[in-house]
């Protein structure tokens, strides 16, 4: 069983700046991929970035030059600083793991209980 726990978030004026961490715990697996997405009231949840063990980087659109996601693989933990917040950033931002289990082929899925952001103008 892999546990993610994630911190930081909270509240911050429009332009301001939060990073949020998160941290993968558990024994007999290894983590191909990390990264964080989003979800607003209403919407759907949305990939904001992801890193995965190579190096490759996948961010949102609207992120792109704000956000910078950051991984220690030997750490299984993965950070997100995020500057020049707008107040449509504000969301629950969940954690989120691509997991191969020991002695298996296949990789799975794992969530954080999510964090929430909120960004005021």
């Known amino acids: 069983q892999v546990q993610l726990v994630e911190s930081g978030g909270g509240l911050v004026q429009a332009g301001g700046s939060l990073r949020l961490s998160c941290a993968a715990s558990g024994s007999d697996f290894r983590v191909v991929a990390m990264g964080w997405y989003r979800q607003a009231p209403g919407k759907q949840r949305e990939l904001v970035a992801r890193l995965t063990n190579g190096g490759s980087t996948n961010y949102a659109d609207s992120v792109k030059g704000r956000f910078t996601i950051s991984r220690d693989n030997a750490k299984n933990t993965v950070s997100l600083q995020m500057n020049s917040l707008k107040p449509e950033d504000t969301a629950v931002y969940y954690c989120?793991?691509?997991?191969?289990?020991?002695?298996?082929?296949?990789?799975?899925?794992?969530w954080g209980q999510g964090t929430q952001v909120t960004v005021s103008s």
């Open positions: 989120n793991a691509d997991v191969v289990p020991r002695n298996k082929y296949n990789s799975y899925a794992y």
